[in-house]
């Protein structure tokens, strides 16, 4: 529609874009907009120029916002990409949240001409409105509109997602595809990324297969050669602050940027990162991103290990390895490392080392004032703002980013966000691609890295021996008794060692999903630190006891935060929590939504089955809430969960057996 408006300069003051409403069909749901735009008129003859005028146009923008997956799919090759230009890569990066590439596939492609298989599972037909449901083949489909968006669906997803495709040993979806355009598009840009990246997959695998033989070979002539074996057992013996603290900080960031770069970027999903757990299938989809939480984990443990690994040191030498590691940290801050800056600063702030009070005491001024400094990179205050900020600069290198702000971004997201019955919420997925989009950006800046791998050191850090929690914990009391230990340690913010970040939850309602406004960060002094309570204290160390990454309610699997607000913040009737179990398997936390009708057996019945520990009885646990200063809430057994818990605190959970911890036998070392 068109119509005219006052001379130049003298246009009313209008909003361009004015939201309409909404727009439902069938399995579809639209957001509407309407888009005001200026377009001027050539004068008509024998008008003076003084004569023109302005025309405003108003267009009508649909953007789908949910949608049954035929729908979906059906707006891949029949959209108006001029009106939703990110429909197709929102679509591309999350499909993997709500199917497969191959139910993609079975919907994309005209299932009469190529079949995924000889007998492919059932698949509801495409509707009769569908463009590709019409009798026509693919060659003749080629040269329409709905070929030509299905040939550019195709090439953005083999360039852009190509991991998709990945399916060994015969990888059946990328050979449908490539049969498909041999067809639709022969010799085309499309058909020659398909083939590449077919023969670059098949080639990759016969690569490692040969790498994994050669590796086997290995270990048999080591095992057959004893004076090999004690040359390997010399090697591991190495410890890292043997090496310059410099050269420390550059590995850990080669290993780091390897890893990150590698980081498939649908992994971080919170719909496949909640499920890493259930089952092998949960493994295999997050392998990409277990990878980086067991780097930060070995980082964690490393710093731990190194500190208190020999109970028999001075104070004042214990002290010196506390000083390096914090050199150690600041030197991976200058090299824009914050994923082993976080796992240092997180094992120097674990219990079992920060406790130390006479080790503490003898670190200079100089190292305790950097370690506040870089402390305060990850403070919680205004939704970890200030390590966001620092991900925003483009300053070279890097940087190589702490994953977990990411992942608790997309747990909130997927937690806060439900899919709206058996249509796909598309707005949840916007906003999940624009985290995903981050990390690509961050992966592509990256490659800004040009470090050289220093054996020795690589060797060292990989044989490096871990301690459990409980082991750290015996040998911090071995070291400096209970008796002993006073809250003088230096006073840095121990939330990084408390949970991996100050979650935040988007509200509940789809009609606010804006931000709020952020304040300045708030100067606050720290609460001081007191010991947990303990096994008993003639509990001795010895190699029996388990050695997995350990965390003292710190960061051993990374999770971020999100954007809007902090969990445990309220909606009238409802917030979203996060529970740990107290145990030694690190420190998971697992999103639940609370509300007012929620008592305590049934939020820990759910907190159990989050983490699958489908046995248990909930009678056998009890509730606590983290506040801060290092202090807990006791939800009693029969509350009301959500008028019980601490409204002004983070909501963050722990479950703990009711039972007294069982005696363990003593230990040798």
Request: glycine residues 6%; aromatic residues 6%; hydrophobic residues 35%.
């Amino acid at each position: 529609m068109e119509r005219p408006e006052r001379p130049p300069g003298k246009e009313l003051a209008m909003t361009p874009l004015q939201d309409w409403g909404e727009e439902t069909e069938d399995g579809a749901v639209y957001g509407v907009t309407l888009r005001r735009e200026r377009s001027r008129r050539t004068p008509s003859p024998g008008l003076t120029p003084t004569g023109a005028f302005v025309l405003y146009r108003t267009c009508k923008v649909r953007t789908l916002k949910a949608g049954r997956l035929d729908r979906l799919v059906e707006e891949l090759v029949s959209g108006d990409q001029a009106q939703d230009p990110t429909f197709v890569p929102v679509f591309l990066a999350t499909h993997r949240a709500f199917t497969s590439t191959s139910g993609v596939l079975e919907l994309l492609l005209p299932l009469t001409s190529f079949p995924l298989a000889p007998n492919p599972p059932a698949s509801p037909p495409p509707p009769p409105s569908h463009p590709l449901s019409q009798p026509h083949g693919p060659q003749i489909l080629g040269g329409s509109r709905a070929g030509r968006a299905l040939l550019a669906t195709l090439g953005s997803w083999l360039r852009d997602q190509p991991e998709d495709f990945r399916e060994p040993p015969t990888h059946p979806a990328l050979h449908r595809v490539c049969t498909f355009l041999s067809c639709l598009a022969p010799g085309g840009p499309e058909e020659r990324e398909a083939k590449q990246l077919l023969s670059r997959f098949l080639a990759e695998e016969v690569l490692q297969e040969g790498t994994e033989e050669e590796e086997a070979k290995e270990e048999e002539e080591e095992e057959l050669d004893p004076e090999q074996e004690g040359a390997g057992s010399l090697e591991k013996g190495l410890d890292l602050l043997d090496f310059s603290t410099d050269k420390v900080a550059e590995q850990l960031t080669l290993m780091d940027v390897e890893l990150f770069r590698r980081v498939r970027p649908s992994d971080c999903l919170g719909c496949i990162w909640s499920q890493r757990d259930r089952g092998p299938s949960g493994g295999r989809a997050t392998s990409s991103v277990r990878a980086t939480v067991a780097q930060f984990n070995a980082v964690t443990g490393c710093v731990i290990t190194s500190v208190l690994g020999d109970p028999t040191l001075r104070p004042a030498l214990r002290a010196l390895r506390l000083d390096k590691w914090i050199r150690v940290a600041q030197h991976c801050r200058e090299l824009r490392n914050f994923s082993s800056l976080r796992a240092i600063l997180s094992a120097l702030q674990s219990n079992p080392v920060y406790r130390l009070k006479r080790s503490w005491a003898a670190v200079s001024r100089e190292p305790l004032s950097v370690f506040r400094k870089l402390s305060q990179i990850f403070s919680d205050e205004n939704n970890h703002l200030s390590s966001r900020e620092i991900l925003t600069q483009e300053l070279p290198p890097g940087p190589v980013p702490y994953l977990g702000t990411f992942l608790t971004d997309l747990i909130m997201l997927d937690t806060a966000l439900p899919d709206l019955g058996e249509l796909i919420n598309f707005e949840k997925r916007r906003k999940e691609w624009d985290i995903l989009s981050r990390i690509q950006q961050l992966q592509r800046r990256c490659l800004r890295y040009s470090l050289t791998p220093c054996p020795p050191i690589l060797a060292a850090f990989r044989g490096h021996r871990q301690l459990s929690e409980e082991q750290s914990y015996r040998i911090s009391r071995i070291i400096e008794p209970p008796a002993s230990s006073c809250p003088n340690s230096p006073k840095v913010r121990r939330s990084l060692t408390k949970r991996l970040s100050a979650l935040c939850l988007f509200p509940l309602s789809s009609e606010n999903t804006g931000s709020p406004p952020l304040s300045s960060p708030r100067e606050r002094e720290p609460p001081t630190l007191s010991p947990p309570a303990s096994p008993k204290e003639e509990l001795t160390l010895g190699p029996d006891a388990p050695t997995t990454a350990l965390s003292s309610r710190g960061p051993t699997s990374p999770v971020g935060s999100a954007r809007p607000g902090p969990p445990g913040q309220h909606s009238p009737d409802a917030c979203i929590i996060r529970v740990s179990m107290d145990n030694d398997h690190g420190n998971l936390y697992r999103s639940i939504l609370l509300t007012s009708q929620d008592k305590t057996p049934g939020v820990v019945l759910r907190a159990l089955q989050k983490h699958n520990l489908d046995g248990p009885q909930p009678q056998g646990y009890q509730l606590f809430q983290v506040l801060p200063g290092n202090k807990e809430l006791f939800i009693p057994d029969n509350a009301n969960v959500f008028y019980a818990m601490s409204p002004a605190a983070p909501g963050d959970f722990v479950l703990r057996r009711k039972e007294a911890p069982c005696s363990l036998s003593p230990l040798h070392s």
